[in-house]
């Protein structure tokens, strides 16, 4: 059964930096590639980052690039997201999402791709 556990969301103020994990099941971690997504009121859901399982293959969203950084811990298998320099734009409910993969370095920047998903974690920034 695929577990994915957001955590790490809350309200900060422009300018800080955050620190999002999602932990994975150890036999979903090992075999897929996992993704950031964020979902904003009123806004369809936004892809962040994401990296394959072998650490290899990663990227990110145009809004975030250059201010977020996505990295594997295989000890406790789990994946992090760092977003420094936050700003108001950066507010919503965060998801992580995985899909079994072939090759260690594929991602996909749209939803539908990954069919497991976490609960979300929320996050917001004030200005």
């Known amino acids: 059964q695929v577990r994915l556990v957001e955590s790490g969301g809350r309200s900060v103020q422009a300018g800080d930096s955050l620190r999002l994990s999602c932990a994975a099941d150890k036999g979903t971690f090992i075999k897929s590639t996992i993704a950031w997504f964020r979902q904003a009121p009123g806004k369809e859901r936004e892809f962040v980052s994401a990296i394959g399982y072998s650490g290899v293959g990663l990227g990110y969203g145009k809004a975030v690039e250059g201010r977020c950084t996505i990295s594997r811990d295989t000890t406790a298998n789990t994946v992090w997201l760092r977003m420094d320099t936050l700003n108001p734009e950066d507010t919503a409910v965060y998801y992580c999402?995985?899909?079994?993969?072939?090759?260690?370095?594929?991602?996909?920047?749209?939803?539908?791709?990954?069919?497991?998903w976490g609960q979300g974690t929320p996050v917001t920034v004030s200005s």
């Open positions: 999402a995985s899909v079994y993969a072939l090759t260690g370095y594929y991602y996909s920047t749209v939803p539908g791709d990954y069919p497991f």
